[in-house]
Structure formats: C-alpha cells, structure tokens
C-alpha cells in the first residue's frame, strides 16, 4: 500500500481508451491511492471507445488541484475534447509548474500539447501524433514508457503494465532511472 494517502486526479470525456483509464485506475488503487475522476459535468456518465462506463464525480471547475498528488490522462479520442476546456488546462499546468506526478498515454499526449509543457520534455505516446508531440518541442522516443522527471508517457494499451508501474513508482517517490 505504498502509494496510501495519495489522491490522483483522473481526466474522463467520451470516447476515451477503456484499458488506459481503467487498468491504471485500478492499479493505482491497489496500491492503496484514491482516484477521483473529473469530467464536463458531476454525475455524467461517459462512454469509453469500446462502451465501458466511467462516471465523474468532480466538474472539471470543482477541481482544485492542490488537493491531488498526481494527474492521469488517458488515452482514446477524449484528448481532443479534454483540451479544449480551459480549466482542464489551467489544472495541467498546475501540476507541472508544482512538479506533480502527471501519467499520459496514446493520444492524452494532445492535453499537454495544449497546455505548453513538453518543450525539452523526453516523451512517447501513440505513433500517430509523434509529429504533434515533436512540433510542440518534445524529444519523442518510440519506447513502452518514458519518464521525465514527473512526467510519465506510454504509447498504447499493449504498454500499461509497464508505464502504471512506472507511474505509480514516480507518485511513490520509488522511481529508479534505468
């Protein structure tokens, strides 16, 4: 239970990558963190790709990201709606100016692009948007996982199992550069 006491905050819209929001969720938990999700609305159900559901309990504007210990972007086609809301934004360079524990993978890379906070960072995420990711001054890596200091970045649902056990290391304090 080392990851006790710690609250991870959890971006949710349609159209997410099922496994990339729910393995970390739930692997995060097992590890004894609390996940909150946050979404357009409190209440809403949303739909990931493949129809699973995921409920938010916060609005992104209820959300105060002092109160959280590490961010989770998941994949999917719902980066491309997520960062389109500002407070969205707003709450992604809150946790990387405070040097918090943010995990992203597939297409979640888009969130971050529009927040401004990959130039000079070493990332990976889908293929598809490599381009994206290198135009926004990233240096991508064509890896199972990439950890930058607090960011976290994976590249599809066949990775998981490495990039939440790095995440879950760096929301530790367990991380260990190899």
């Known amino acids: 239970m080392r990851l006790k006491n710690k609250r991870v905050l ?4 349609h159209d997410f990558e099922d496994l990339e929001l729910w393995y970390p969720i739930l692997r995060l938990q097992e590890e004894g963190a609390s996940v909150e999700l946050a979404g357009e609305k409190a209440g ?18 209820d959300v105060d990201p002092a109160n959280y210990d590490a961010l ?17 934004i707003e709450i992604v360079r809150h946790m990387e100016e405070h040097h ?24 990976t995420s889908t293929p598809g948007i490599k381009d ?13 996982v990439v950890v930058d200091g607090h960011l976290v970045s994976s590249r599809r649902p ?3 199992p490495p990039y939440v056990k ?13």
């Open 166 to 178: 790095a995440f879950a290391d760096v929301i530790a304090g367990d991380y260990e550069r190899q």
């Open 44 to 61: 809403e159900v949303y739909k990931g790709k493949y129809g699973v559901p995921a409920t938010a309990q916060l609005s992104f504007d």
């Open 158 to 160: 066949p990775d998981l």
């Open 72 to 88: 989770l972007v998941p994949g999917g086609w719902a980066p491309d709606k997520l960062r389109r809301f500002p407070k969205v």
């Open 10 to 13: 959890s971006f949710v819209h």
């Open 132 to 144: 994206d990711m290198e135009n926004a001054g990233a240096e991508w890596h064509d890896e199972a």
């Open 100 to 123: 918090k524990p943010i995990g992203q993978i597939c297409h979640a890379g888009w969130v971050l692009i529009s927040a401004k906070i990959l130039k000079g960072k070493k990332v």
